[in-house]
């Protein structure tokens, strides 16, 4: 998960919780318990006209590092290297399946050979 691929009220809720604690913006990880905290800050001060930021369901249900402590997509933090390298796996394993699906069609006559 990476801010730059956020949404744009995913990033709102981001940029909120780097607001109340501006340690959050180069922390990788945060805890259940710290997001709870932030979310009910955020939404006591909707009494006084503060943001409305719904709870950040998107972010719980993420990457998990540990029991009740998931990846926090920081403003100031880069890629890193575990979503690269999945990226990289995942592409291999589509062009080995569309090989065989293109072999396949061919093998039936269904895909004429170039």
Known sequence: MNYSDLTKTQKRCIDAFVNLRPELATQ???TRPEIE?????LFDARATGGEKIGY???LVKGEKTGRGTYVFP???LAQT???KSKTVVTTAK???EDKEFF???KE???META
């Open 28 to 30: 990788e990880t945060i």
């Open 81 to 83: 290297k575990s979503s």
């Open 37 to 41: 905290d932030l979310f009910k800050t």
């Open 56 to 58: 950040p369901m998107w």
């Open 103 to 105: 072999t396949d069609l």
């Open 94 to 96: 589509i062009e080995e």
């Open 74 to 76: 920081a403003p100031s």
């Open 108 to 110: 039936y006559g269904i």
